[in-house]
């Protein structure tokens, strides 16, 4: 819940007769949340959509903004950061600091030092965005920077705190720079193709962990991944039965666009909550051992 005491002071930068003109935002979901769809209805998170930058009517927002749930402050330009600064200043005082949301695409990294104080940030295609700016985000246990192309390893080392990190096509992540985000327990490195056996080492401890369109990876590289409890190995073409030996510990595994896995490969995966496997064009269902309460 938050507080009282800086509650009001959100609602009161809240700019209630202007968000007409370029919509109410939509609450995104969990930065590494996987929810629960039937086959038919898999597909792209919106956390992997691009957005846009917003229409050049945004000027006039000097002030942040909330989330209709009023849970999370929505920066639309760079306008409102010494606001945002306050606010969250005051929010340190009490027990909930908010997350928040740059909507301007045109963030730099000198424009981070107002958000040192955030512990949830999205920061998502800010292309002016790299590594140094990183050195602001130091107080951050949550941190999205999908298609910040900018980003590698030398600022990653900044995010020690962080515990659930988005590197999502952030093509620049080198297999060394794994080593920097060794603490997380939440990793998203979808689309990062460079990635090798090598990085994956230091992965060991993540819980869970978005490999979606890592085309490079192969069966027996999911040996680093047998604490992970939530795994997506979707668009994964070299996977195939041998590697789920590996992860049979996942409560849930995306496997959709994995032409490689067949029915006898699910025996490995008895122990899963939800199995997703979309598009997959050897499982046939004729030996199906999944419970009623499990998903294909």
């Known amino acids: 819940m938050i507080s009282v005491f800086y509650r009001a002071a959100l609602i009161s930068a ?118 140094v700016g990183l050195r602001f985000l130091k107080r951050a246990k949550r941190v999205n920077l999908s298609n910040c192309q900018g980003i590698t390893g030398v600022g990653l080392r900044f995010l020690k705190r962080a515990k659930r990190v988005n590197l999502s096509n952030c093509q620049g992540i080198t297999d060394a720079d794994l080593n920097t985000v060794n603490g997380a327990i939440g990793l998203n490195l979808s689309k990062c193709t460079q990635l090798s056996n090598k990085g994956f080492k230091f992965l060991t401890g993540v819980k869970t962990l978005k490999l979606s369109r890592c085309t490079q990876i192969e069966d027996s590289w999911l040996k680093f991944f047998a604490n992970a409890t939530n795994i997506d190995l979707s668009h994964c073409p070299l996977i195939t039965d041998s590697g789920l030996t590996f992860i049979t510990s996942a409560r849930t595994v995306n496997l959709s666009h994995c032409p490689g896995i067949t029915d006898n490969g699910l025996r490995f995966l008895l122990g899963a909550k939800t199995v997703k496997l979309n598009h997959c064009a050897q499982i046939t269902g004729k030996n199906f051992l999944f419970s009623p309460t499990q998903q294909r």
């Open 14 to 131: 809240l700019v209630v007769s202007q968000v007409g003109a370029v919509g109410t935002p939509e609450r995104v979901d969990d930065l590494m949340g996987t929810r629960v769809y039937g086959a038919s209805s898999l597909g792209a998170s919106r956390e992997d959509e691009p957005r846009q930058a917003l229409p050049s009517e945004t000027h006039q927002y000097a002030e942040p903004v909330l989330d209709t749930n009023c849970t999370k402050i929505i920066m639309i330009t760079k306008a409102s950061l010494p606001q945002l600064s306050k606010i969250l200043k005051e929010a340190t005082q009490g027990k909930y600091i908010p997350p928040v949301q740059c909507l301007d695409l045109t963030v730099t990294n000198d424009d981070l030092t107002f958000l040192a104080l955030a512990t949830d940030v999205d920061l998502s295609n800010c292309q002016e965005i790299t590594g």
